[in-house]
């Protein structure tokens, strides 16, 4: 707002009202002073924001007496502003009370000076010339006129909200909205008529329960043929510019018998409507544009004897007359219901162009794509009651109709030529015009509002059924009854509920619930302050629904009764129905179709469609079953009240089950040029052996037993040739052990099967339970005697060496030829006692932050096991820097990027 003001004062060229200006050196003498004078108020407001006012009350009371009085003067000031800015704007100007109003009413205040100062800013702009009024069309030669498309997609506001009497109040004929039952057709006479009009109004019952009248045109309309040339493809007739045709104001009784004759000399004519729903309950026809090959007419419906259009249903009903209109879905029903016209022989261009499946179905789309017109939708947003019509919405309301026969003969033809192929769905243009009938048949209702189900077209069910709030049984329940206090005050002052309430005002209240009558007024809107006079009721209505809603159900109970009611009613329909099918008892045949509704008349294959025959079977060529005799794999077994002993249980285990034991990391051994001898190999390959074939354990349970049988060898001369016996002799003996166990399981499992299937899962448990039992306790040994063992190798092959030093120096390799016995006892001894202890972690070196020279797992240093360092290599690897200049480097083959650059990024510069 600021801005806007100090805009204002920059384009001040003309006098004030008031001021005479002889010269511009007045003029630029009164903005200097102006400017100044903002300025100084606006810098003495800061300064008075930035004191603490409140203890300045507190300490000097003289000035809390001042501040008082110039609250009040300002208040009294900007309430004259506001009241003069209201009148000018012709708006509801706020009423500022006391200093909480202003924060309250504050958006009302910013609306009003904001609409003041926009229309000074207009009328500065078009006094200096920066823009001016549009100029009424013109015809230009050699092309159609056509506008170019606005600046702004904005809507002026007093195009928009128009703020004019309410044309319905001068109509002869007034509507009732508080009228109930059935709504009656408005029809005096009935022009074209298969059925007289008095047997035409008969009332019946909708799904819905209440009593409705019929569709007075509903046999003409079921029963209408429409014209030839509707079905056939002709030579599109051009529209003509619209300077070379002649539009028609038509605002008279006579003016609307005249365009009836040239009507009935036609064979189709174009219509649209143009409709307000803001400032009245049900709605008002405010304009209708009709449009032949050579002429159009604006008809003005708002009119005190609208009630006489009713003349035109002598072109409106007559079935050789095609009507063509686009998306006609509400302009039947608005015809119905102001008018008491009805459209019979209907050609909607929407839905053709459905079938024709178009990108866009919209007239906009239509324009473009067969006029190259570019239609400026804003105005279907306008106020269409303002009289006189602005000339931007006469030449917007005429262009709906004067290219709409051309477009209609584009589609008709693209539809003949779809109807001459194939088309398994039937001929397109019966599609459209089924679908255009089906929208004439449409029916005006009173509207309705049940305002405890919520259902009725006015109703609140399908709004709250989409919104994502959750209301408990208060907030519901204020909901209902707002609603309801809109819907009545709407049709008593003849206005739209959105009008009185908008619906995010309504859903406000219902949330907040305010508990005093200053909150529920800070709640509404601008717009609607004119509920202050009925602000008390509001309140009170509020109070009385949360004192229902403490005991009544949530918004979600709520949807969950009416849901199980909906399923309820479906299921006894379909109970309703499968009892009249029973009642018929049809057979399979007749309820076979023989079209397919997916593939039509297109046969599955040849077989089906009788163009090849089928292939004769050659039995030779069939291939045979085989069936085997499983009783020869069977075996018997004892009956299954016959009890294992303990001592077989361990014989008949029928799974080896893997005991969870304690782990202990112990430390690796240090390697070292002496340890690589003969007799080191052959030892760490037994212990690999070993590691490997623990997993085999589990269906071997003799192999450890086979390894014992070499443990008396391990005393030989050396380790290598103990160790090759250990390893090489009994692997033909685990082999067949491993073979025996696998049969003895075998036999415990359809042992355990056989008792199973007997009934006796008792005996089946406790012989699976003694066999776990014992296979636990045979594995512990067979552990217990492998170490053993290998303690017995370990320590035959140190005393093998110290025995013979000079045999096992010979078998040493000759990089080791220096060693001694007494450094081989000692890293025996080493060894040994460091597989026997665990390992301490608490005396581990760092693995995250390890010297970039140690190896040793164990923290001991460099690679000879001694803490020493070993041989580096040439080369040393550098470290990885993240911040080395290679980011910006792009793999072989590919460019860098522009932006890319190499080094830290500014952030981490410093």
Same mark, same amino acid.
């Given at each position: 707002?600021?801005s806007?003001?100090?805009?204002?004062?920059?384009?001040i060229?003309?006098?004030?009202?008031?001021?005479?200006?002889?010269?511009?050196?007045?003029?630029?003498n009164?903005?200097?002073a102006v400017?100044? =004078?903002?300025?100084?108020?606006?810098?003495a407001?800061?300064?008075?924001?930035?004191?603490?006012?409140?203890?300045?009350?507190?300490v000097?009371?003289?000035?809390a007496?001042?501040?008082?009085?110039?609250?009040?003067?300002l208040?009294?000031l900007?309430?004259?502003?506001?009241?003069?800015?209201?009148?000018?704007?012709?708006q509801?100007? #706020?009423?500022?009370?006391? +200093?909480?109003? +202003?924060?309250?009413?504050?958006?009302g205040v910013?609306?009003v000076?904001?609409?003041?100062?926009?229309?000074?800013?207009?009328?500065?702009?078009?006094?200096?010339?920066l823009?001016?009024r549009?100029?009424?069309?013109?015809?230009?030669?050699?092309r159609?006129?056509?506008?170019?498309? #606005?600046?702004?997609?904005r809507?002026?506001?007093?195009l928009? @909200?128009?703020?004019i009497?309410?044309?319905?109040?001068?109509?002869?004929?007034?509507t009732?909205?508080l009228?109930?039952?059935?709504w009656?057709?408005?029809?005096?006479t009935?022009?074209?008529?298969q059925?007289?009009?008095?047997?035409?109004l008969?009332t019946?019952?909708?799904?819905?329960?209440?009593?409705q009248?019929?569709h007075?045109?509903e046999?003409?309309?079921?029963?209408?043929?429409? #014209?030839?040339?509707?079905?056939?493809?002709?030579?599109?007739?051009?529209?003509?510019?619209?300077?070379?045709?002649?539009?028609?104001?038509?605002?008279t009784?006579?003016?609307v018998l005249?365009?009836l004759? *040239?009507?009935?000399?036609?064979?189709?004519?174009a219509i649209?409507?143009e409709h307000?729903?803001?400032?009245?309950?049900?709605?008002?026809? /405010?304009?209708m544009?009709? /449009?032949?090959?050579?002429?159009d007419?604006?008809?003005?419906?708002?009119?005190?004897?609208?009630?006489?259009?009713?003349?035109?249903?002598?072109?409106?009903?007559?079935?050789?007359i095609?009507k063509?209109l686009?998306?006609?879905?509400?302009?039947?029903i608005?015809?119905?219901?102001d008018?008491?016209?009805y459209?019979?022989g209907?050609?909607?261009?929407?839905y053709a162009?459905d079938?024709? !499946?178009?990108?866009?179905?919209?007239?906009a789309?239509?324009?473009?794509?067969f006029?190259?017109?570019d239609a400026?939708?804003?105005y279907?947003?306008a106020?269409?009651?303002?009289?006189?019509?602005?000339?931007?919405?006469?030449?917007?309301a005429?262009?709906?109709?004067?290219?709409?026969?051309?477009?209609?003969?584009?589609?008709?033809n693209e539809?003949?030529?779809?109807?001459?192929?194939?088309?398994p769905? !039937?001929?397109?243009?019966?599609?459209?015009?089924q679908?255009?009938?089906?929208?004439?048949?449409?029916r005006?209702?009173?509207p309705?509002?049940?305002?405890?189900?919520?259902?009725?077209?006015?109703?609140?069910?399908?709004?709250?059924?989409?919104?994502?709030?959750?209301?408990n !049984?208060?907030?519901? =329940?204020?909901?209902?009854?707002v609603?309801k206090?809109?819907?009545? +005050?709407?049709?008593?002052?003849?206005?739209?509920p959105?009008?009185?309430?908008?619906?995010? +005002?309504?859903?406000?209240?219902?949330?907040i619930?305010?508990t005093?009558? %200053?909150a529920?007024?800070?709640?509404?809107e601008?717009?609607? @302050?004119?509920?202050?006079?009925?602000?008390?009721?509001?309140?009170?209505?509020?109070?009385?629904?949360?004192?229902? !809603?403490?005991?009544?159900?949530?918004?979600?109970?709520?949807f @969950?009764?009416?849901?199980?009611?909906?399923?309820?009613?479906?299921?006894?329909?379909?109970?309703k129905?499968?009892?009249?099918v029973?009642?018929?008892?049809l057979?399979?045949d007749d309820?076979k179709?023989?079209?397919s509704?997916?593939?039509?008349?297109?046969a599955?294959?040849?077989?089906?469609?009788?163009?090849s025959?089928a292939?004769?079977?050659d039995?030779?060529?069939?291939?045979?079953?085989?069936?085997?005799?499983?009783?020869?794999?069977?075996?018997?077994?004892? *009956?299954?009240?016959?009890?294992?002993?303990s001592a077989?249980?361990?014989?008949?285990?029928?799974?080896?089950?893997?005991?969870?034991?304690?782990?202990?990391?112990?430390?690796?051994?240090?390697?070292k040029?002496?340890d690589?001898?003969?007799?080191?190999a052959?030892? &760490?390959?037994?212990?690999?052996?070993?590691e490997?074939?623990?997993?085999?354990?589990?269906?071997?349970?003799?192999?450890?037993?086979?390894d014992?049988?070499g443990?008396?060898?391990?005393g030989?001369?050396?380790?290598?040739?103990?160790?090759?016996?250990?390893?090489?002799?009994p692997?033909?003996?685990?082999? *067949? =052990?491993s073979e025996?166990?696998?049969?003895?399981?075998?036999?415990?499992?359809?042992?355990?099967? %056989?008792?199973r299937?007997?009934?006796?899962?008792?005996a089946?448990?406790?012989?699976?339970? *003694?066999?776990?039992?014992a296979?636990?306790?045979?594995?512990k040994?067979?552990?217990?005697?492998? @170490?053993?063992?290998?303690?017995?190798?370990?320590?035959?092959?140190?005393?093998? /060496?110290?025995a013979?030093?000079?045999?096992?120096?010979?078998?040493?390799?000759?990089?080791?030829?220096?060693?001694?016995?007494?450094?081989?006892?000692?890293?025996?001894?080493?060894?040994?006692?460091?597989?026997?202890?665990?390992?301490?972690?608490?005396r581990?070196? /760092?693995?995250?932050?390890?010297?970039?020279?140690?190896?040793?797992?164990?923290?001991?240093?460099?690679? &000879?096991?001694?803490?020493?360092?070993?041989?580096?290599?040439?080369?040393?690897?550098?470290?990885?820097?993240?911040?080395?200049?290679?980011?910006?480097?792009?793999?072989?083959g590919?460019?860098k990027?522009?932006?890319?650059?190499?080094g830290?990024t500014?952030?981490?510069?410093?």
């Open positions: 707002m600021r806007r003001l100090a805009c204002c004062l920059r384009k060229r003309y006098p004030c009202v008031g001021i005479t200006m002889d010269s511009s050196q007045e003029l630029k009164l903005r200097d400017q100044s =004078a903002l300025v100084s108020v606006t810098r407001v800061n300064t008075l924001a930035n004191e603490d006012l409140q203890f300045q009350r507190t000097h009371p003289t000035v007496t001042r501040l008082d009085q110039n609250t009040g003067r208040l009294q900007a309430s004259g502003v506001l009241k003069s800015a209201g009148k000018f704007t012709a509801r100007e #706020p009423r500022l009370d006391d +200093v909480d109003d +202003v924060e309250i009413q504050w958006k910013v609306d000076i904001d609409t003041l100062l926009e229309k000074s800013d207009t009328c500065l702009d078009e006094y200096t010339g823009i001016k549009k100029d009424a069309p013109t015809a230009e030669s050699g159609d006129l056509k506008r170019s498309k #606005p600046a702004t997609d809507l002026d506001w007093s928009k @909200r128009a703020n009497l309410k044309p319905q109040n001068a109509f002869e004929k007034k009732d909205n009228e109930s039952g059935p009656k057709p408005l029809l005096t009935k022009p074209h008529a059925t007289p009009l008095d047997a035409s008969t019946f019952t909708d799904a819905g329960g209440h009593t009248y019929k007075p045109y046999d003409e309309i079921t029963n209408m043929r429409y #014209p030839e040339q509707v079905y056939q493809s002709h030579e599109p007739i051009k529209y003509q510019p619209m300077g070379k045709t002649e539009a028609i104001w038509v605002d009784y006579e003016g005249e365009m004759n *040239e009507l009935k000399k036609v064979t189709e004519i649209d409507l307000h729903d803001y400032r009245t309950y049900p709605g008002l026809l /405010s304009l544009q009709i /449009s032949t090959r050579e002429k007419w604006i008809v003005d419906t708002l009119v005190p004897w609208r009630h006489k259009l009713e003349v035109l249903n002598e072109v409106f009903a007559d079935p050789k095609v063509v686009h998306g006609a879905f509400m302009d039947t608005w015809l119905q219901r008018l008491g016209l459209v019979v209907l050609f909607d261009t929407y162009c079938t024709l !499946g178009y990108a866009g179905k919209s007239l789309f239509l324009l473009k794509k006029v190259d017109f400026d939708k804003r279907q947003l106020d269409w009651r303002i009289r006189p019509l602005p000339d931007e919405m006469f030449y917007y005429r262009s709906d109709t004067h290219y709409l026969l051309y477009i209609y003969d584009m589609l008709r539809l003949a030529a779809l109807a001459a192929q194939d088309n769905d !039937g001929n397109p243009i019966d599609r459209v015009i679908k255009s009938k089906e929208v004439s048949l449409q005006y209702e009173h309705f509002c049940d305002s405890e189900t919520g259902a009725g077209n006015r109703g609140w069910f399908n709004i709250l059924l989409k919104s994502p709030a959750l209301y !049984g208060e907030q519901f =329940a204020v909901y209902k009854a609603h206090w809109r819907d009545d +005050v709407a049709r008593r002052e003849d206005e739209s959105v009008f009185i309430m908008t619906q995010q +005002v309504l859903s406000d209240i219902a949330r619930m305010p005093d009558m %200053k529920l007024w800070s709640l509404l601008s717009n609607t @302050r004119g509920l202050k006079t009925r602000l008390e009721e509001l309140f009170q209505v509020i109070q009385e629904a949360r004192a229902r !809603g403490a005991n009544g159900p949530t918004m979600l109970e709520f @969950r009764q009416q849901s199980e009611g909906i399923y309820k009613a479906s299921l006894a329909n379909q109970v129905t499968s009892a009249k029973e009642a018929v008892q057979s399979i309820m179709s023989t079209r509704q997916l593939w039509g008349d297109v599955l294959n040849s077989t089906l469609d009788g163009t025959k292939r004769p079977m039995y030779q060529e069939m291939i045979p079953l085989y069936t085997f005799d499983l009783s020869a794999f069977t075996e018997s077994l004892p *009956e299954p009240a016959e009890t294992v002993p077989r249980a361990q014989e008949l285990e029928p799974e080896p089950v893997e005991e969870d034991e304690g782990f202990t990391l112990r430390s690796g051994r240090k390697r040029a002496v690589l001898d003969t007799t080191r052959s030892e &760490d390959e037994s212990a690999s052996a070993v490997t074939d623990e997993s085999e354990a589990a269906d071997e349970p003799d192999s450890l037993d086979a014992s049988e443990e008396g060898e391990a030989s001369e050396d380790d290598a040739a103990a160790h090759k016996t250990i390893q090489g002799q692997k033909k003996k685990r082999r *067949e =052990a025996a166990v696998r049969n003895l399981q075998k036999a415990a499992r359809r042992k355990a099967k %056989k008792l299937e007997q009934g006796d899962p008792k089946t448990k406790q012989l699976l339970l *003694e066999a776990k039992q296979r636990r306790a045979e594995k040994r067979q552990k217990r005697e492998q @170490r053993e063992q290998e303690q017995q190798q370990q320590q035959a092959a140190a005393s093998s /060496s110290i013979n030093p000079l045999a096992a120096a010979d078998k040493q390799p000759t990089t080791t030829s220096t060693s001694s016995p007494g450094v081989q006892q000692d890293e025996n001894d080493h060894q040994q006692q460091q597989q026997e202890q665990p390992f301490d972690y608490t581990a070196a /760092s693995v995250l932050h390890a010297p970039k020279d140690q190896t040793d797992a164990n923290g001991t240093g460099g690679s &000879d096991g001694q803490g020493k360092k070993g041989k580096r290599s040439k080369k040393k690897k550098e470290a990885f820097d993240p911040y080395a200049k290679k980011a910006g480097d792009a793999p072989v590919a460019r990027m522009n932006y890319e650059r190499s830290r500014a952030t981490f510069k410093k």
